[in-house]
């Protein structure tokens, strides 16, 4: 997060501009494949936001109530691509008039609501799970550490997911947002903020969650190993429908969930207009340009689940290959360089967990990610390789692997072109 504050107040670019401003020509192609990923989690997670906006208006209209099968409801809902596709459009167009406002205008204002409406969410979330019966147990399961679990590479390939989704990190979002701040700005202080208040959220929301499904669920652990899609919008739905003001939870429940998902999309259609600018276009035709392909190309995911799914995979699993192009691109310029001209100015931190975290990813990121392929390619024997149909293998290292190497291939082959365009800073 560090090197992409550097990044965006020094070239006061996007991600391509960036790297072609930071790293040389040469590198615009890394820049571009980081700014792929993103916009491959853009185009589905707009349909993610969609499914909260759809399951707050059922909390809203009392839907959750004793009895309902909430699995049924789901299902319906999941199979329903016009629905989902409407309700899609509906993200797009929000984050598009937030996005259409500027940084100051939109964004600055959006995220002063969204993101203390959050916390206090989670807070009244949190302290009513805790006077729930049973919650005991949750706690139990929440705070204890299983030793087992430290030896499956699929633990340490989720925890770094976890931690791009969640804190944004290697997305290009930190960098974006750093195009606009002022020169004297701490970008350690503002990184270090950034995640202490997303460990915090999501800290909470664990407290939130994991006491709730422990107190009410028949089967706990079914539920919390279904994932976060049969966790949020069935096993919590059902129990929203059954325990004592669960109408009321229900509603902050997916209230946070949409402000919080919300939150991440406008910053990730900001990423892409960014780019745009850089390129020539004004603010208006760069929301409009993101904001359609957006929505053209979210379509699919819209309408077919198992295609949403795939894209997940590929590209929620590619933010880590984006952090590595980031710690590569600062090994490149010089983590030391970084520091002493970009750094050290504007804060009184220490530079060391920042120099061993940037030199040592490469070295962790190839063995957990080795790791974990050896072993996911003993779950599709004989046709681990394979993408092609998605519907078969949604899930192969294959499709993952193809999917990044034609995004690299066409992006190494655009570098040229793209650092041609790539001419308008932002004047601060």
Not at 63 to 87: C, H, I, Y
Not at 109 to 136: T, Y
Not at 310 to 322: E, F, K, R, T
Not at 390 to 419: D, E, H, P, R
């Amino acid at each position: 997060m560090a090197a992409e504050g550097v990044w965006g107040k020094v070239s006061r670019m996007g991600i391509i501009g960036s790297f072609k401003h930071m790293c040389g020509r040469g590198w615009t192609w890394a820049g571009a494949l980081m700014a792929v990923i993103v916009l491959g989690i853009v185009f589905y997670y707009g349909v993610v936001v969609g499914w909260c906006m759809r399951y707050l208006a059922y909390a809203v209209m009392g839907v959750f109530r004793p009895g309902l099968d909430t699995e049924a409801l789901w299902k319906a809902f999941a199979a329903n691509g016009m629905q989902q596709s409407l309700l899609f459009a509906l993200v797009v167009a929000i984050c598009m008039f937030i996005t259409s406002k500027g940084v100051a205008g939109g964004l600055e204002k959006a995220c002063k609501v969204m993101v203390p409406g959050i916390f206090i969410l989670l807070v009244f979330l949190a302290i009513r799970a805790a006077f729930l019966p049973g919650a005991v147990k949750g706690y139990e399961f929440y705070f204890t550490a299983r030793a087992s679990d430290f030896l499956n590479p699929k633990t340490y390939l989720e925890a770094f997911t976890q931690v791009a989704w969640s804190t944004g990190a290697g997305w290009g979002l930190f960098l974006t947002y750093f195009v606009y701040v002022k020169k004297s700005e701490d970008i350690m202080l503002t990184a270090t903020t950034t995640c202490f208040a997303d460990t915090s959220a999501g800290f909470l929301a664990g407290m939130c969650v994991i006491p709730t499904i422990f107190a009410y669920s028949p089967d706990p652990m079914a539920a919390v190993k279904s994932g976060n899609t049969g966790l949020a919008f069935i096993h919590m739905t059902k129990l929203f429908s059954e325990i004592p003001g669960g109408a009321i939870m229900a509603i902050a429940f997916f209230l946070a969930l949409v402000l919080a998902a919300l939150s991440s999309e406008i910053a990730m259609i900001e990423m892409g207009a960014r780019i745009l600018e850089d390129a020539g276009w004004d603010r208006k035709k760069a929301t409009w340009g993101i904001g359609i392909t957006t929505l053209l190309l979210g379509l699919p995911s819209a309408m077919n689940m198992t295609f949403l799914d795939n894209q997940d995979w590929v590209w929620g699993i590619g933010l880590l290959l984006a952090g590595l192009l980031m710690g590569l691109g600062a090994m490149k310029i010089g983590v030391r360089k970084i520091w002493d001209e970009h750094i050290e100015p504007y804060t009184q931190m220490k530079h060391y967990w920042m120099f061993a975290a940037i030199r040592f990813f490469p070295v962790w990121f190839a063995i957990i990610f080795g790791w974990w392929t050896w072993q996911a390619i003993t779950w599709y024997p004989g046709e681990w390789y394979k993408w092609l149909p998605i519907s078969k293998y949604t899930f192969t290292v294959g499709t993952m692997y193809w999917q990044w190497a034609i995004a690299a291939v066409v992006c190494i082959l655009l570098n040229n072109w793209l650092a041609d365009r790539m001419t308008h800073r932002l004047e601060v």
